[in-house]
């Protein structure tokens, strides 16, 4: 049974327009949520940003009923974005959507707030019955994930709390790093310079005890930063 606010969010007024904000740092894909969304009579996309920090922001301004984010963007992840929007505004309604979205990012981003979870494997219209589903109150889970999550049984981790020590922009690098992106790709992403994602990239190294790139690549994958497919 849901919470009075999730009540609330149900009852909302079918014949009122969703108002959307979109939240994604890749402009292909921003401009193609913004077509679909925008191309439904039933919804409104009331703003598009590219960075985390900017959707919290523009959340707290624009009150939308459906934040939809990505999940790694400059700045901060689409976990930690969800977070901080939830916790200003409860009322706001989160869909996560990521390329990489295993049982794990999933759950992380529902223990976040979001009460929708997409996929690479999400169409158009998926897209749509999810901002729908969420400004009604309701959750949605994309393409195969309720199954893997029942499957999976997939707990928090409790064990290693190292990753909850660091900052935003050590954990865009780690995710980025375990995305195969080089010292080089991450600058020009971040607008930083190589000397600087080497300085972090040691510093992530040194604070989670770690003796290599490729063993910074295997803790992003086991504590659910990232995944491999």
Same mark, same amino acid.
């Given at each position: 049974?849901? =919470?009075?606010?999730?009540?609330?969010?149900?009852?909302? &007024?079918? &014949?009122?327009? /969703?108002? $959307?904000?979109?939240? #994604?740092d890749h402009g292909v894909?921003? @401009?193609?949520?913004?077509?679909? %969304?925008?191309?439904?009579? @039933? /919804?409104? $996309?009331?703003?598009?940003?590219?960075?985390g920090a900017e959707a919290?922001? !523009?959340?707290? !301004?624009?009150?939308? @009923?459906?934040?939809?984010?990505?999940?790694?963007?400059?700045?901060?992840?689409?976990?930690?974005?969800?977070? %901080?929007?939830?916790?200003?505004?409860?009322?706001?309604? $989160?869909?996560?959507? =990521?390329?990489? $979205?295993?049982? /794990?990012?999933?759950?992380?981003?529902?223990?976040? *707030?979001?009460?929708?979870?997409?996929t690479r494997a999400s169409? *158009?219209?998926?897209? %749509?019955?999810?901002?729908?589903?969420?400004?009604?109150? #309701?959750?949605?889970? *994309?393409? *195969?994930?309720?199954? =893997?999550?029942?499957?999976?049984?997939?707990?928090?981790?409790?064990?290693? +709390?190292?990753?909850?020590?660091?900052?935003?922009?050590?954990?865009?690098?780690? !995710?980025?790093?375990? &995305?195969?992106?080089?010292?080089?790709?991450?600058?020009?992403?971040?607008?930083?310079?190589? +000397?600087?994602? #080497?300085?972090? +990239? !040691?510093?992530?190294?040194?604070? %989670?005890?770690? &003796? =290599?790139?490729?063993?910074?690549?295997?803790?992003?994958?086991?504590?659910?930063?990232?995944?491999?497919?």
């Amino acid at each position: 049974m849901g =919470s009075p606010k999730d009540v609330a969010r149900s009852a909302r &007024d079918p &014949d009122r327009t /969703i108002s $959307v904000l979109i939240a #994604e740092d890749h402009g292909v894909l921003r @401009d193609g949520l913004q077509l679909i %969304l925008g191309a439904a009579s @039933d /919804i409104e $996309v009331v703003g598009t940003v590219a960075d985390g920090a900017e959707a919290v922001r !523009q959340a707290e !301004q624009l009150d939308p @009923d459906v934040l939809v984010t990505g999940i790694l963007m400059p700045g901060m992840s689409g976990v930690e974005t969800t977070r %901080l929007v939830v916790q200003k505004n409860p009322r706001i309604g $989160v869909v996560v959507l =990521s390329m990489h $979205v295993s049982p /794990i990012i999933a759950r992380r981003a529902l223990e976040a *707030g979001a009460r929708g979870v997409l996929t690479r494997a999400s169409n *158009g219209d998926e897209v %749509l019955r999810a901002v729908r589903a969420v400004a009604g109150g #309701e959750r949605f889970l *994309g393409h *195969g994930l309720a199954e =893997s999550l029942l499957e999976s049984g997939i707990a928090p981790r409790g064990g290693d +709390r190292l990753i909850e020590t660091l900052t935003g922009t050590e954990r865009n690098i780690l !995710q980025r790093v375990a &995305d195969g992106r080089t010292n080089a790709q991450i600058a020009e992403a971040m607008s930083l310079s190589q +000397r600087t994602v #080497e300085s972090y +990239r !040691q510093r992530l190294m040194s604070k %989670l005890d770690l &003796d =290599s790139v490729a063993a910074l690549v295997k803790y992003a994958i086991r504590n659910g930063v990232v995944t491999l497919d």
